[in-house]
């Protein structure tokens, strides 16, 4: 079964650079959502179609994918930002829906 | 506005049965596949199932294939989860989500429903 590998946490201060990471055997063949989750709510799509951003999220979220590695980037990151990221693909040979195990961002 | 919502969710004993329901609007629903994702208590994500737009193919994750059947009925924007002989380990919270294999669409998810397997 096809497998997507995530840092369990990433870490980064106020202003700065998030890139968090989701690897998988040639991703860049497949399309990547990630999702957004704060505690006690549900998941939000931030990224889909590996780079396209829904209407109301900001411009300092953006994705790329290549290769075996797909990478959600958070530019100057604030505070609400805090939460779990969850990267997600289809993977066409088993016609399943395939989730990361989530990285947890902190905001020093 | 693109809006999903789940119906359904409680408390059934171990062996019972449970249907969810999702109500959709705010987009053709008819034209979409349709999925049902869940977590479990401090766990991450897990795809249930899926449904084609059409209603003509559906997927499912191993861990509910035979157990669990997906469908809908477009007439009344509404998709739905049936879920059989259910385990202590299908306690979740289950999101309704328009998603499917084809991503070029924004995905939507609900609030998601509590259903919690117990005696």
């Known amino acids: 079964s096809y497998v997507l590998t995530q840092p369990p946490s990433v870490s980064v201060a106020p202003g700065k650079t998030a890139r968090i990471t989701c690897g998988g055997n040639n991703i860049g063949s497949k399309s990547v959502q990630w999702y957004q989750q704060k505690p006690g709510q549900a998941p939000v799509v931030v990224i889909y179609y590996d780079s396209d951003r829904p209407s109301g999220i900001p411009e300092r979220f953006s994705g790329s994918n290549s290769g075996n590695t797909a990478t959600l980037t958070i530019s100057r990151v604030e505070a609400g930002d805090e939460a779990d990221y969850y990267c997600?693909?289809?993977?066409?040979?088993?016609?399943?829906?395939?989730f990361g195990g989530g990285t947890l961002l902190t905001v020093l | 506005e693109v809006q999903v919502w789940e119906i359904g969710g409680g408390l059934v004993p171990p062996g019972g049965s449970l249907r969810l329901s999702c109500a959709a609007s705010?987009?053709?629903?008819?034209?979409?596949?349709m999925s049902w994702v869940r977590q479990a208590p401090g766990k991450g994500l897990e795809w249930v199932s899926t449904i084609g737009a059409s209603g003509g193919r559906t997927y499912y994750a191993d861990s509910v294939k035979g157990r669990f059947t997906i469908s809908r009925d477009t007439s009344r924007n509404r998709l739905y989860l049936q879920m059989n002989s259910l385990r202590a380990d299908d306690t979740a919270v289950f999101y309704c989500?328009?998603?499917?294999?084809?991503?070029?669409?924004?995905?939507?998810w609900g609030q998601g429903t509590l259903v919690t397997v117990s005696s």
């Open positions: 705010g987009f053709t629903f008819g034209t979409y596949a």
């Open positions: 997600q693909v289809w993977d066409s040979p088993s016609d399943h829906a395939v």
């Open positions: 989500a328009k998603m499917g294999p084809v991503s070029t669409s924004t995905p939507h």
